[in-house]
Nanobody, 120 residues
């Protein structure tokens, strides 16, 4: 059974930092690209960062230079270090497989996510 357990969210002031973690199970983690996604109120879910099995990564323009995605294939975990947070980063953050079909497939399983709120 596929599961994604996200943690690390919270309330932070603008300019602050948070580190999110995800522990997927039920997937062959070490060979799959993984992604961090977010959904802000009233907006569609979007991919913010993706990391390939070999450690290569890419980022949405809105977070480039501020967020860093990493993975530990030995521990089956994927993390997102977020710095210089802005109010517009407020969203529920999810991890999932970083494939091109993840967002568009209505049958994609999503975990509970972790809420990130950036506010003074």
């Amino acid at each position: 059974q596929v599961q994604f357990v996200e943690s690390g969210g919270g309330l932070v002031q603008p300019g602050g930092s948070l580190r999110l973690s995800c522990a997927p199970s039920g997937i062959i983690f070490r060979i799959l690209p993984m992604g961090w996604y977010r959904q802000a109120p009233g907006k569609q879910r979007e991919l913010v960062a993706k990391i390939f099995a070999d450690g290569g990564s890419n980022y949405a323009d809105s977070v480039k230079g501020r967020f860093t995605i990493s993975r530990d294939n030995a521990k089956n975990t994927v993390s997102l270090q977020m710095t210089s947070l802005k109010p517009e980063d407020t969203a529920v953050y999810y991890c999932n497989v970083g494939s091109s079909s993840t967002l568009g497939n209505p049958k994609t399983y999503w975990g509970q996510g972790t809420q990130v709120t950036v506010s003074s």
